[in-house]
T-cell receptor, first 112, second 115 residues
Framework: DSGVTQTPKHLITATGQRVTLRCSPR?????VYWYQQSLDQGLQFLIQ???????AKGNILERFSAQQFPDLHSELNLSSLELGDSALYFC???????????FGPGTRLTVT | GQQLNQSPQSMFIQEGEDVSMNCTSS?????WLWYKQEPGEGPVLLIA?????ELTSNGRLTAQFGITRKDSFLNISASIPSDVGIYFC???????????????FGKGTLLTVNP
């Protein structure tokens, strides 16, 4: 158990809908990262937050957004969903901005 | 952008054999990490390497940070059935001002161990 929690574990929704994925980092970790894992693209970095502020952006679509709250949990919002958004979404956390990132169990999103 | 080439893509070995996999990059990294992912789980950190030439062990696992900072390898000795999974390398290059800590991942090596 990495100490990072993610909810929900599975999510099935229809195209055009909006969903919110939630992540709680390990106790004491200030940085949260979101990654998308698909069969064709592998693990891709989406966005990083540090102590409530956005720090870095990867290949995140404009339809996707995230935030980190004062209690350090983070939410990833995916809107206008398309079939191609079906993937595993992982949250990871680290102390400050360290390299050693610890991953949660992921949310499997299926868009039908 | 940065790309990591991880090889081999898959390996099928007998229990007790040693395993070696590697990762190469078109650009340098400050840090190399190795993760293992099992079905339905998130990646689990195995080893982190911080200095060029560094050799680090974690039980039966040994990893090295290449001298050129563009490659890394992972060895698993005396494999056992629970070593089955996908092994990912990841590199981190800290951006200007230390603000970008994203990891760039390889495509993974699928390891199957035959008892």
């Amino acid at each position: 158990d990495s100490g990072v929690t993610q909810t929900p574990k599975h999510l099935i929704t229809a195209t055009g809908q909006r969903v919110t994925l939630r992540c709680s980092p390990r106790s004491g970790d200030l940085s949260v990262y979101w990654y998308q894992q698909s069969l064709d693209q592998g693990l891709q970095f989406l966005i990083q937050y540090y102590n409530g502020e956005e720090r870095a952006k990867g290949n995140i679509l404009e339809r996707f957004s995230a935030q980190q709250f004062p209690d350090l949990h983070s939410e990833l919002n995916l809107s206008s969903l398309e079939l191609g958004d079906s993937a595993l979404y992982f949250c990871a956390s680290s102390v400050q901005g360290g390299a050693e990132q610890y991953f949660g169990p992921g949310t499997r999103l299926t868009v039908t | 952008g940065q790309q990591l080439n991880q090889s081999p893509q898959s390996m099928f070995i007998q229990e007790g054999e040693d395993v070696s996999m590697n990762c190469t990059s078109s650009s340098i990294f400050n840090t190399w990490l190795w993760y293992k992912q099992e079905p339905g789980e998130g990646p689990v950190l195995l080893i982190a390497l911080y200095k060029a030439g560094e050799l680090t062990s974690n039980g039966r696992l040994t990893a090295q940070f290449g001298i050129t900072r563009k490659d890394s390898f992972l060895n698993i000795s005396a494999s056992i059935p629970s070593d089955v999974g996908i092994y990912f390398c990841a590199g981190q290059l800290v951006g200007s001002g230390g603000s970008n800590y994203k990891l760039t991942f390889g495509k993974g090596t699928l390891l199957t161990v035959n008892p």
